[in-house]
């Protein structure tokens, strides 16, 4: 019986938004986790753009692999498409994920950052990072929340980002400097 699988890597982990039958850490070879979308919808503007995270090219990437029950997986796809292409910046991709509890190898749909879009940011410089992720704000609320997110997720599954973790005291500081 053919599996299905997404592997989520950013706010996927912490808000799915869709049934699943089982969830598995997961690991990713071949692509890394990076603050490396230009938000114009759901954590920026066009004219104010906050920052998402993308699969990029390069190194492995820790996150959270879902199993899919067959029956539910067109409709998960399709609220997949309409979450994350709303600008078609990602690209839908199966990539080869180990399930870290079972020691399970197989294919999961994930979306990889499309180097080629308007919205790739590459890899950008903290001040560069602080200024989008602390101004964005979109239809999914506030890029501040969800890098904190991300973050409170990925240490609760004992993930280390350093780039995240950076951020994420620095926009602490700068919360605390606000309100004091």
Not at 5 to 27: K, N, Q, T, V
Not at 31 to 57: A, E, F, I, K
């Amino acid at each position: 019986m053919q599996q299905f699988w997404i592997f989520g890597y950013g706010s996927l982990m912490w808000r799915p938004g869709f049934d699943f039958l089982r969830s598995e850490p997961a690991l990713v070879h071949g692509h890394h986790r990076r603050l490396c979308v230009y938000s114009h919808v759901h954590r920026g503007t066009p004219d104010q753009p906050g920052l998402v995270l993308g699969l990029d090219r390069g190194g492995s990437c820790h996150g959270l692999a879902f199993q899919i029950a067959p029956q539910r997986w067109e409709e998960t796809i399709a609220y997949l498409r309409a979450r994350e292409q709303v600008t078609s910046v990602y690209l839908e991709m199966r990539k080869t994920v180990r399930l870290l509890t079972s020691g399970f190898i197989t294919d999961a749909t994930t979306y990889v950052v499309d180097r080629n879009h308007v919205q790739y940011a590459g890899a950008l410089g903290e001040d560069a990072l602080m200024e989008h992720v602390s101004r964005g704000q979109g239809i999914s609320g506030r890029c501040i929340d969800y890098v904190q997110n991300t973050v409170e997720h990925l240490r609760a599954m004992k993930i280390h980002d350093p780039t995240l973790e950076r951020l994420a005291r620095k926009l602490a500081l700068q919360a605390a400097s606000r309100s004091s």
